[in-house]
């Protein structure tokens, strides 16, 4: 996986610049309004969420067709309105697999994307800025290796990494079910962080710098810096978040005595 990313960043300077800068800069701002306010606009989440996760399943599982890509997003997103519950701890335990996959494969990533890259990264070989419908097709050509290079690394997984990943997803799940708040917040501040790293990542290559490599040197500083952040924006959520329900709270269950003079108010401004 590592390799397919490098050679991306390597090749990435022949690419258009719109190619870069305009998804670097959705990323982030998409990537700040879910990391700090995602659980308070969560309905609105679920819906782009299932429409996201419903395309995705309709290009890559049903076909490169957009008929299917727009009815596979419809169905999903209609589907995880009514079923949030479920998808937020469904959506907990892929998003704890998914990092423990990361962690646990990093050292298993070496060789096998070899045959994959040469078709990828020979697009990019000119040396001459290439156009905006050509810079799409390299970098779907990239995306494809990226996932081919995810396939064989899951293939090449340990016993005892599957029972990892199990257990923890396991575990994860039942956490979603019964603290729904929480791995809300969680999953909104983890999704909101991995949209900001990617952002800011498009971003810097357009700049001319190499932030793969610098990343992959610090691994474990960004692996810092991507826990607190995470952390940040869960408790951030939670406190907002729980002020307005208790405000909610609070007026819900206020006395007739308490509610009498905003009555009196109201209607002696009414004669």
């Known amino acids: 996986m590592l390799e397919v990313l490098q050679n991306f960043q390597s090749d990435s300077g022949v690419l258009s610049p719109i190619v870069l800068v305009v998804p670097g800069l959705i990323a982030v701002v998409i990537g700040l309004f879910v990391w700090l306010g995602g659980l308070g606009f969560r309905k609105l989440l679920f819906a782009l969420l299932g429409v996201i996760i419903g395309a995705t399943l309709g290009f890559f599982v049903i076909g490169q067709n957009i008929v299917a890509v727009v009815i596979s ?19 907990t335990a892929v998003l704890v697999a998914a990092i423990a996959f990361a962690i646990l494969a990093r050292a298993n ?9 040469e078709h990828s990264a020979g697009i990019l070989r000119s040396g001459e800025t290439l156009s905006i419908g ?6 779907k050509a990239y995306a494809v290796d990226f996932g081919e290079a995810i396939r064989q690394a899951f293939s090449r997984m340990r016993i005892y990494q599957w029972l990892i990943m199990a257990a923890l997803a396991a575990i994860c799940f039942v956490v979603g079910i019964f ?9 909104c501040a983890t999704m909101g962080t991995m949209l900001i790293f990617t952002g800011m990542v498009l971003l810097l290559l357009y700049k001319g710098s190499e ?22 924006g869960t408790v951030e959520q939670l406190l907002l978040y729980r002020s307005k329900s208790r405000h909610l709270k609070r007026k819900a269950k206020a006395t ?3 509610q009498e003079p905003e009555k009196t108010k109201q209607s002696w401004r009414t004669t």
Not at 80 to 90: K, S, Y
Not at 109 to 117: F, M, N
């Open 73 to 91: 997003a419809a169905v999903v997103a209609v589907i995880t309105m009514f079923f949030q519950r479920l998808l937020i701890a469904v959506l």
């Open 109 to 117: 990533v070496g060789e096998a994307t070899e045959t994959r890259q």
């Open 134 to 139: 050509a810079s799409i097709e390299a970098t």
């Open 179 to 187: 603290l729904w708040r929480l791995s809300t917040a969680f999953c």
């Open 211 to 232: 932030p793969i490599t610098k990343i992959d040197s610090k691994a474990p500083f960004y692996a810092g810096v991507f826990v607190v952040m995470t952390a940040f």
């Open 256 to 258: 007739p005595e308490e």
